[in-house]
């Protein structure tokens, strides 16, 4: 069965740092990218980046680049979004997902709530 | 960048009627690299169709998906209380961004 299993809920203050981080199991783990995606509050999804673990290319949203890193450690099947300076306006649920080349976010993980806050 | 339009924003019907949601692209969708997803309150989403037609593991086939270029549907036959959700529409045929929708809001009363 392949899961991903995202890291617990955050709570931060601005300017902080922060990384999240989304482990596979039940599949290859190089075999397929991994995205992230960003859900405000009351809000709809937007697409952050992207990352095949396999040759660890990485393709970001204009948008969030410079904002965000996007990595991967393929020994221990995880993804992580990182942030060296958080803001009040990254308050979100945050998703990783998994994608086959040529295919949709076929496989989800539950989400993390990060709140940043004064 | 591709902006994907939906519509209508909410939907309402009711059980057994038939629900059709819209998504246009503003720019022909390479391969016809679309994707629907369906989220419910509190839940991660949810892969409904991808390659614009094609239904991904375990979903039923009241739920179908059509169109090309720059037109998308989405099709609920059959309506079920359950299927209230909000639905997105997703292009990965122009990478990056591999932008979504604004979303459909479909509510079944």
């Known amino acids: 069965e392949v899961q991903l299993v995202q890291s617990e809920v955050e709570v931060k203050k601005p300017g902080e740092s922060l990384e999240i981080s989304c482990k596979g199991s039940g599949y290859s783990f190089t075999s397929y990218w991994m995205g992230w995606v960003r859900q405000m509050p009351g809000k709809g999804l937007e697409w952050m980046g992207i990352?095949?673990?396999?040759?660890?290319?990485?393709r970001y949203n204009p948008s969030f680049q410079g904002q965000i890193t996007i990595s991967a450690d393929k020994s221990i099947n995880t993804a992580y979004l990182k942030w060296s300076r958080l803001k009040a306006s990254d308050t979100a649920i945050y998703y990783c997902?998994?994608?086959?080349?040529?295919?949709?976010?076929?496989?989800w993980g539950q989400g993390v709530l990060v709140t940043v806050s004064s | 960048e591709i902006v994907l339009t939906q519509s209508p924003g909410t939907l309402s019907l009711s059980p057994g009627e038939r629900a059709t949601l819209s998504c246009r692209a503003s720019?022909?969708?390479?391969?016809?690299?679309l994707a629907w997803y369906q989220q419910k309150p509190g839940q991660a989403p949810r892969l409904l169709i991808d390659g614009a037609s094609t239904r991904a593991t375990g979903i039923p086939d009241r739920f179908s998906g059509s169109g090309s270029g720059t037109d998308f549907t989405l099709t609920i036959t059959r309506l079920e209380p359950e299927d209230s959700a909000v639905y997105f529409c997703?292009?990965?045929?122009?990478?990056?961004?591999?932008?979504f929708g604004q979303g459909t809001k479909l509510e079944i009363k």
């Open positions: 720019q022909r969708v390479g391969s016809n690299f």
């Open positions: 990352i095949y673990p396999g040759d660890s290319e990485i």
């Open positions: 997902a998994r994608r086959p080349t040529g295919g949709g976010l076929d496989s």
């Open positions: 997703q292009q990965y045929g122009s990478s990056p961004p591999e932008t």
